[in-house]
């Protein structure tokens, strides 16, 4: 059997995968004719039933039993959407050894450090990258932890994919829908930089990014994110644009909780580096601002 593009049918696995923009991706794949099957911990039901294979596993046990599922098959390419610390990266290494040929997984923004005007991938390299045992390891030290195991230890190939926040209508986080839901009930909106700027990624747009690098073989990391980046003021400008009301926006210096997008310097990526391989990107204001009225659109008929 032949996948859409005319190659032999590639057999894929994907860890994690039924959630978000994991499930888009499964969805793609699938419809370009891929052979998937789908590992996950089997706590929550499959949303492809009749379409995919199930493992259950828990990845980041070594010694479960769904790893010898996993061992006994052979894969043209791997997914992870699970893979969050050192370990994990090295129970990867372990169990896939020499029999994989390529290995494709979900980095992120924060791998970066520091206050920079966006980040380019040359700013985390985790070849040169030296795992502190006594750091306390965050979600964003676990992920440059990770890379470093894999790009330096891993004897298959190894893509990472670095996504800032990613936003669509089935975020399940509902970190914009918290945006939407404070301007349509007035409530005050707090940010400690009006000029700080940032960018996202959409749903579809990351499941595209991580077809794209598995059909085109891609290797290294990668930054995928919007084409460009907007100032706390203009998202704010945007939503009261979007949403018809105006925002009151309390710009401090004080700490800040319950505001998931605030940061006190620039926080976005510069992905030129995929766009320069050939994979589109798309400006924020295409996308974003229907995104925003489209949630408004359904909080106000709920």
Known sequence: MKS????????????????FFGKKAVQLLLAKGYEVTVATRGNNPVPFEGQVQHIVLDASDAAHAGWQAVQAQQWDAVFDNICYTAEDARIRIEKFGQQLK??????????????????????????????????????????????????TQAPFQVTAFR???????????KRLHLYVEKALKHETIQFNNPDARINFVKGSSAAN?????IE???????NISSQDAISRQTFIDWLEEMTGQ??????????????????RHHWYLKSDKIAKAGFELYDLASWLKPLMKDLADEMRAQ
Do not use: C
């Not at 996504?163 to 986080?173: C, E, G, M, S």
């Not at 085109?216 to 990668?222: A, K, L, P, R």
């Not at 926006?249 to 505001?259: L, P, Q, R």
């Open 216 to 222: 085109n073989e891609q290797t290294g990391s990668f």
């Open 102 to 151: 390529h290995y494709y997984f979900t980095s992120s923004l924060a791998t970066y450090e520091g206050n920079k005007d966006g980040y380019v991938e040359a700013d985390f390299d985790p070849l040169t990258y030296e795992i502190d045992p006594n750091k306390t390891v965050d979600y964003g030290e676990g992920k440059r932890q990770a890379e470093q195991v894999l790009f």
């Open 209 to 213: 990014a991580i077809v794209w690098a």
């Open 4 to 19: 859409e593009k005319g190659n032999e049918m590639k057999k894929i696995l994907v860890l994690g995968g039924t959630n």
């Open 246 to 263: 105006a925002i009151e926006v309390d710009y401090t210096d004080e700490s800040i909780t319950g505001s998931p997008f605030n940061t």
């Open 163 to 173: 996504f800032p926040i990613v936003l669509d209508n089935d975020d399940y986080t």
